[in-house]
Antibody, heavy 121, light 111 residues
């Protein structure tokens, strides 16, 4: 079964750090272009960044310089290191990817169920 | 403010059809052929319903269809069923500056 499972969310104070993990199974993780997307309370979805096979990364402006995406292919795991957290980073964080023609169409067909991050004093 | 604008809500009775629109509101974004639609039940993983403007992934009922005209994309759900009640988000790849943008979401209520 193709699956992504996020973990590592929780409560953190403003200015703090947190590292999220995303464990994958059922597909060749090392070939995957992996992204992080978040949903803030009462708002929509927001793409945060992605990592290509081999490790090159790209980020959305709101998180560039604060968030770092990495991968450990030997463990089929994706990471999101979040530093200098702000209250507006409070959200459910999802990892996601795509396969085949869906990937070519720049969509995402595999999603985890998300992990909640709350930034509050 | 999202680069893609959706109505906050839509509704219809079982068996009816409902159409949700998604309009580009940012000059930095063009749809090209990269419009997607996602269904999201709270607490669950988002689910891809439409990609490439009008293509359905395997397993998505043909009651769901997508289209695009100019700067507005649309998702139509025909033969509404109770399980279609969810939040729906449009999305588009916006190039190497903005990457992916999403609409603010539309809450679909089946009356």
């Amino acid at each position: 079964e193709v699956q992504l499972v996020e973990s590592g969310g929780g409560l953190v104070k403003p200015g703090g750090s947190l590292r999220l993990s995303c464990a994958s199974s059922g597909f060749p993780f090392s070939d995957g272009w992996m992204s992080w997307v978040r949903q803030t309370p009462g708002k929509g979805l927001e793409w945060l960044g992605r990592i290509r096979p081999g490790g090159a990364t790209e980020y959305a402006a709101p998180v560039k310089g604060r968030f770092t995406i990495s991968r450990e292919d030997s463990y089929n795991t994706l990471y999101l290191q979040m530093n200098s957290l702000k209250t507006e980073d409070t959200a459910v964080y999802y990892c996601t990817t795509a396969r085949g023609v869906v990937a070519q169409a720049a969509s995402f067909d595999i999603w985890g169920q998300g992990t909640m991050v709350t930034v509050s004093s | 403010q999202s680069a893609l604008t959706q109505p906050p809500s839509a509704s219809g009775s079982p068996g009816q059809s409902v159409t949700i629109s998604c309009t580009v509101t940012s000059s930095d974004v063009s749809f090209y052929n990269y419009v997607s639609w996602y269904q999201h039940h709270p607490g669950k993983a988002p689910k891809l319903m439409i990609y490439g403007v009008s293509r359905r992934p395997s397993g998505v009922p043909d009651r769901f269809s997508g289209s695009k005209s100019g700067n507005t994309a649309s998702l139509t759900v025909s033969g509404l069923q109770a399980e279609d009640e969810a939040d729906y988000y449009c999305s588009s790849y916006a190039g190497s500056n903005n990457f992916w943008v999403f609409g603010g979401g539309t809450k679909l209520t089946v009356l």
